[in-house]
């Protein structure tokens, strides 16, 4: 079994994992994306427990950028096309071996990074081959508070999610 305690950065992806995959357009044409609020437990247990957290997706939209500044995101990476290009300069720039970083996604863009990493975990509705890929498939679908059912699941496995919880919350789970 992985020890998971060793991961000290979490790299999520965006559309399809912390949202139902849709793209939304206004009468206005602005790109409009639906988050779960249920998520922002699993970002606030995973900065508690002293994980760092980098959004990375191939897209850039306002929604991201506005909800990702309201959790508190250590890294904000958009418009990026080649993820194990950014990830691996990331890596090396930073001193941070692969089994010290997490990985949520979806879809096979997801894939050639999530081999970089340590821990990966996928909602229910990911691509066969990322769950093939991953330690975790969530039971939760993408944009239905999956990313905190991965955080809380690789938090529980590392024997941290008791101890962020009481702190950020005042309560014993």
């Known amino acids: 079994m992985k020890d998971w305690k060793k991961i000290k950065y979490l790299v999520i992806d965006v559309d399809g994992t912390m949202t139902d995959a849709g793209i939304y357009y206004d009468e206005h044409g602005n790109e409009l ?24 997706t191939g897209r850039e939209c306002a929604a991201t950028t506005r909800r990702m500044g309201e959790m508190k995101v250590d890294y904000l990476v958009q418009n990026c096309k080649d993820k194990v290009a950014y990830l691996t300069e990331f890596m090396k720039a930073n001193a941070i071996q692969g089994e010290e970083i997490g990985y949520l996604g979806d879809d096979l863009n997801d894939l050639p990074p999530m081999r970089l990493c340590g821990f990966v975990g996928c909602p ?14 969530s039971c939760r679908a993408g944009g239905h508070g999956a990313v905190r059912d991965m955080i809380e699941y690789m938090l529980r496995e590392s024997g941290r999610w008791e101890k962020a919880v009481k702190e950020i919350y005042g309560i014993g789970v």
């Open 33 to 56: 994306k639906k988050f779960c609020t249920k998520d922002a437990a699993g970002f606030f247990a995973a900065r508690q427990a002293g994980i760092k957290v980098m959004v990375l």
């Open 124 to 137: 229910e509705d990911a691509c066969r081959e990322v769950k093939e890929q991953a330690d975790y498939v």
